[in-house]
């Protein structure tokens, strides 16, 4: 299924990037995966599903996703029922756990921050991610990424909204681009994961797909996956996008 098409890239007419965060800004996915599997399963473990994921098969099944939106889904496939309470301690602990790990694996990458610091010479520069806000500022800080995201650029579909939600939902897109005062005519959003491009498009916002920390053997079927789903374009690296940008 499609999410339809996003807008036509018009670079002329874009004042501000929306960028997505965790493997698109960062290769954060699959060490983040790693550490919360250990959370997820004993989640599961205590609600009693009798089944275990390793972080591969997590990311398969969720990847774009935050982890509430994760867990909830996990819990209605093992028919398992899950109180709000609950669901925000599991939240909390899976938090704390990866963006503790982060720190430790993440670092800068100027095949991130030189094209970046370029494209903030011309476009303003916001993050719109599903992941909890205090797991994105750990993520720029130790990528060296922080200062060219003011905090009030920063977007979490976790914690920006009154009522907490993930990507595909298109609601932090939206508030996003509220808050900037910007619309699909003027901002263009960055995304790696299906998920991502989703709630993007959904959102009416030109979207371009990018696989910078896509592994290679993956590369041919997410760009594929990218286009069924609306994207504008899709590039290979920060680099390209740059290019194809300015």
Sequence with gaps: ????????LEPA???TLLCDADGTL????????????????RF?????????????????????????AAAGDLATAHGRELTRADLEDWVAEEKDVVTAHLRTVLGPDPAVRGPLQRLSGRFALAAVTSSASSRLAACLEVTGLGPLFDAGRRFSAEDSLTEPTSKPDPAV???????????????????????GARSAVAAGYPTIGILQ???????????EALREV??????GSWADAEDLLC
Aim: avoid cysteine; proline fraction near 7%; charged fraction near 20%.
């Design 1 to 8: 299924m499609t999410g339809g098409r996003s807008r036509p």
């Design 13 to 15: 007419a874009v004042t």
């Design 26 to 41: 960062f290769p954060s996915e699959e060490p983040a995966y790693a550490a919360s599997a250990d959370v997820t399963n």
């Design 44 to 68: 599961l473990a205590d609600l009693g599903a009798g089944r275990t994921y390793a972080p591969d098969e997590l990311q398969r099944m969720t990847n774009g996703k935050n982890f509430r």
């Design 173 to 195: 897109y939206v508030y996003a681009g509220a808050t900037l005062g910007v619309g699909p005519a003027e901002a263009v959003a960055v995304e790696d994961s299906i998920n």
């Design 213 to 223: 920390f896509v592994p290679e053997a993956d590369r041919r079927n997410r760009a």
């Design 230 to 235: 609306g994207v504008a374009a899709v590039v």
